[in-house]
């Protein structure tokens, strides 16, 4: 397999692209694509200050080294979870994330779960209904309360994460399969904030397959942690993932085009509630000032209370 | 495995439903099951005139048969499609909806394709683009366009179609995969009719699972034919039949709450538009008068138009 630009020896061939490159070329095709997702998608630009969340993994790391290569302004985020697993996870990726970091010159910001909140996640889900099984609800939660409450007491203007095409697409089958109304209208590459408590957030690795963000990595030489989350095994996500890895198998480009139909067929007007319209039923909480769904405190502050109150007693 | 009602050995299992059920029970239940659902969806009444497609295969034959027991008049439509595929198809299973319906004094409307249009299915297609690799997009066309003429000329109040569960959900995945508007918009157990000339159409088994159809029509005994189509090898719908297949195996009930979720996410309004609303930007075909998605002919009358000119020259 030649490489379609240069005709050298191909290392990622993209059958949905019908699409074949070397490691230089790719390397320099990938970012090309996310700028211009960057654009299409009127996410943010030059002049705005950008907060990526990161978590250690080859897609947060990778978007974070695209942004800063494309000469956005971008710092980073870190959020200590506390979780072991027997390979020491959470302190890997952290080392992996300041490393990164350090290299390029660029700030990242560290906010440790355990020490702000008084429990890594793990021993948080334990106390509480929603972890019982697994501390994936809990974690996402906490998760997307700090990654807000950051982003807006820093005064970033955006919120990037470094979901894949693979993410998004599993995220979307998930939703299509329990049919999910309020999910469903508010995906997509870019959720626009309200103007008062909720960061507008970004996605702009959402139309790239995740072997192509493992072959940007690799050939950029960035150091991540190859290892998923120990409690990731049995995730619905990770299901979803394979049944779309199976259809892509048979219909190259399936996965891509089941992601693109679906924000075609909403910007066409496809479901009778806009985004901004599922979101002004939303309440400030009283503690934390973050936009709930129902009125009084939010499930993360509920959470926090319970768990302070196990511990006292 | 005992039968949840009597106790005695159980004949099917339905895993969804938590229920295991003897012979005798099982084809008591499932009546029942198809009755609740024709009330639940308003889909006709005894007073209402019914015509039943019937293709000779397990689903639509029993269809007819419950439908018969439950009290409903009800008709039966067979159109001769003129298939063979070396199995004598359209044959074997014209001569299996005559002996139903002469088996229980029902009568049985036959519309023969080759002798109507001059051509039987699989020579039609070979003459038009649409059927160029396949006969089955013509097939379902002109299935459509007499199904709906017969209706209306005959004065039938309601067409009904044996398509189960299995069917509705892997249209539904198609559907969602592709994300397909109109289609989304208008899938249900139940299509108004217009007043003009579109007739209304029903899908009484739309929550009964395949397998259990299967169960219903060897324990009544029902006469059917077991080969599917031979042109259906390799069509999508068997394709995402499998793919659900495999996600029902998985989590028993999937296939189920797939659909039915999807149901009630378009009843509480997902949707921009009603299917009426779809509707309405249709006209009569001037040749045949049928409800057409454009202006001028319909697909089936310029096909039909085609086929004639291409026999001429």
Request: proline letters at 4%; hydrophobic letters at 40%.
């Amino acid at each position: 397999m030649k490489c379609t630009k240069c005709g050298s020896k191909a290392a990622v061939q993209m059958r949905q692209h019908k699409l074949a490159l070397c490691a230089q070329d790719f390397l320099a095709w990938l970012p090309e694509q996310v700028e211009r997702f960057i654009r299409k998608y009127r996410m943010f630009t030059r002049s705005d200050r950008i907060l990526a969340a990161v978590s250690g993994g080859k897609d947060s790391l990778s978007l974070w080294d695209i942004l800063w290569r494309l000469g956005y302004q971008v710092d980073g985020l870190y959020i200590g979870l506390g979780i072991d697993g027997g390979i020491a996870y959470s302190q890997k990726s952290q080392q992996l994330c300041e490393k990164f970091a350090a290299e390029r010159g660029l700030r990242l910001l560290v906010v440790d779960v355990a020490e702000t909140y008084g429990q890594p996640i793990p021993a948080m889900a334990e106390r509480t209904l929603r972890g019982r099984d697994k501390p994936c609800a809990v974690c996402g939660l906490t998760k997307r309360h700090i990654m807000n409450r950051v982003a807006r007491d820093e005064g970033y203007d955006v919120l990037v994460t470094g979901h894949n095409l693979d993410d998004e697409a599993a995220t979307l089958l998930g939703n299509t399969l329990t049919w999910s109304v309020g999910h469903l209208v508010r995906q997509g590459p870019l959720l626009e904030g309200d103007g008062a408590g909720l960061v507008r957030k970004a996605k702009p690795l959402c139309r790239i397959y995740e072997r192509e963000m493992a072959a940007y990595a690799l050939l950029r030489g960035i150091e991540y942690i190859y290892e998923e989350c120990p409690y990731a095994e049995g995730a619905k996500s990770l299901y979803y993932k394979e049944l779309l890895n199976r259809l892509e198998a048979d219909r190259p480009g399936a996965k891509l085009s089941f992601y693109l139909s679906f924000l075609e067929a909403k910007e066409n007007g496809l479901f009778a509630l806009q985004p901004q319209e599922v979101r002004e039923r939303m309440h400030a909480c009283p503690t934390c000032g973050q936009p709930t769904t129902a009125p009084g405190e939010c499930a993360f502050c509920r959470m926090i209370q319970k768990v302070a109150l196990e511990n006292r007693t």
